[in-house]
Structure formats: structure tokens, C-alpha cells
């Protein structure tokens, strides 16, 4: 069993940034995959970011890359995902996930554990 709670979301402008953390309980963690996904009004729930077990290995989602980075600290228990040059299109609840598999799966199906979510809006 692993629980995971969003935080750090909130109101931003265009081209600034955020950070938001998602806090995990669970002895197992440490041999989880965890992805970030997000979700906008009127369209499907988006993967944009994910990292293995040991943070060795990651995944953007090209809508994300160059300026969303995800990280873990598996000592504290705690994946980020620090996002940059924000844009009005980076508005939804941003939700992370966690997949027991050694490698990072892009597809929500493939995750076994979520988080309540957090919302993101970007004003321009």
C-alpha cells in the first residue's frame, strides 16, 4: 500500500515557476516507479513526466520538456516536479502516481496508486 499527497499547487503568472512536491507513506516506495500526470477541463489525463526507482532513468512528456523536471528523494519519501516557464495551456490539477514496475510506464493504466491532486492555474 502506498498513499501519496499533492501539494505546492496554486496561481502563478505566465513564465514563472512552481514546485510541487508529492509526499509518499509506504516501506515499498523506494522500488516504486512515480509519474506526474495532469488533467485540463474538457481533456484526457496527460502523462508529462516520470522517473524510476533510483531516479536513473526519466520520461517528458514533449509538451514538458525543457521545462518540467521531475525528481526524487527516496530518503525523504518525496518526488517533485519543478515546473518552469509556465503557460496558460500548464492550467489543470496535476495528479502523481505510482507504478510497481522497474521501469517508467507513460500510460495511467499501468499505475497502481494516486494522489488526491493539486490544482495549477497559470494566468497570462
Known amino acids: 500500500q502506498v498513499q501519496l499527497v499533492e501539494s505546492g499547487g496554486g496561481l502563478v503568472q505566465a513564465g514563472g515557476s512552481l514546485r510541487l512536491s508529492c509526499a509518499a507513506s509506504?516501506?515499498?516506495?523506494?522500488?516504486?516507479?512515480m509519474g506526474w500526470f495532469r488533467q485540463a477541463p474538457a481533456k484526457e489525463r496527460e502523462f508529462i513526466a516520470g522517473?524510476?526507482?533510483?531516479?536513473?532513468?526519466?520520461h517528458y512528456a514533449d509538451s514538458v520538456k525543457g521545462r518540467f523536471t521531475i525528481s526524487r528523494d527516496n530518503a525523504k519519501t518525496t518526488v517533485y516536479l519543478q515546473m518552469s516557464s509556465l503557460k496558460p495551456e500548464d492550467t489543470a490539477v496535476y495528479y502523481c502516481a505510482a507504478a510497481g514496475s522497474d521501469y517508467v510506464p507513460t500510460t495511467f493504466g499501468l499505475y497502481d496508486y494516486w494522489g488526491q491532486g493539486t490544482q495549477v492555474t497559470v494566468s497570462s
Open positions: 509506504g516501506r515499498t516506495f523506494s522500488y516504486y516507479a
Open positions: 522517473i524510476n526507482w533510483n531516479g536513473g532513468s526519466t
